[in-house]
């Protein structure tokens, strides 16, 4: 992969690798392992805790009210 040139007022970021800006890079750099952001005393390995709101493209299109419903059902439960 190549990065992106920035064009005439816009800014781009930097890739670094090994200390130094690159312009070409595996994707392989974007994969990020999941394992390393869970605590280590924690045995809750439970990354989605609500999972009952209605997915995008299957069957129905989400509402207003579908979202305020979820806030309802889900208001007392710690963030």
Known sequence: MVAKQPGPNEMVPAIVKEGKTVKDFEPDFFIV???HGQPKGSKDYNILKNYDFPTLNR??????????????RHKNEPA
Do not use: E, L, N, P
């Open 59 to 72: 069957g129905k299109a989400q509402t207003r009210q579908d979202f305020k419903d979820y806030i309802k």
């Open 33 to 35: 392992s999941v394992a």
